[in-house]
Nanobody, 119 residues
Framework: QVPFVESGGGLMRAGGSLNLSCTAS????????MGWYRQFPGKQRDIVAR???????NYAGSVKGRFTISRDNAKNTVYLQMDSLKPEDTAVYYC?????????????WGQGTQVTVSS
């Protein structure tokens, strides 16, 4: 079973907004720190936003002030609100635990969701 199912990506013009969702199927979601990662073509995945089990958040400098991560433990879901999008945000976005693939039942990546921002 795929542990994460991401959705909400698409094509957007620069300056627009998207809201990504990721639903996890593993147990103990509320006890895990979660993150959104993105991958540019030919590059490794890098974390862009993280949220602890207590709800504290942290962002990469390139998205700080534009992206907001949140979670709903009752729905096993983590969100990424993306505002003021830029063409350089174009990537495949994934969610995973922090660190990724670390816990039983959360040991693989989902299919990701493509975000494309046109200028």
């Amino acid at each position: 079973q795929v542990p994460f199912v991401e959705s909400g990506g698409g094509l957007m013009r620069a300056g627009g907004s998207l809201n990504l969702s990721c639903t996890a199927s593993g147990n103990g979601f509320s006890t895990k720190g979660m993150g959104w990662y993105r991958q540019f073509p030919g590059k490794q995945r890098d974390i862009v936003a993280r949220i602890t089990k207590e709800g504290s958040t942290n962002y990469a400098g390139s998205v700080k002030g534009r992206f907001t991560i949140s979670r709903d433990n009752a729905k096993n879901t983590v969100y990424l609100q993306m505002d003021s999008l830029k063409p350089e945000d174009t990537a495949v976005y994934y969610c995973n635990t922090v660190p990724p693939n670390f816990y039983p039942g959360y040991s693989s990546w989902g299919q990701g969701t493509q975000v494309t921002v046109s200028s």
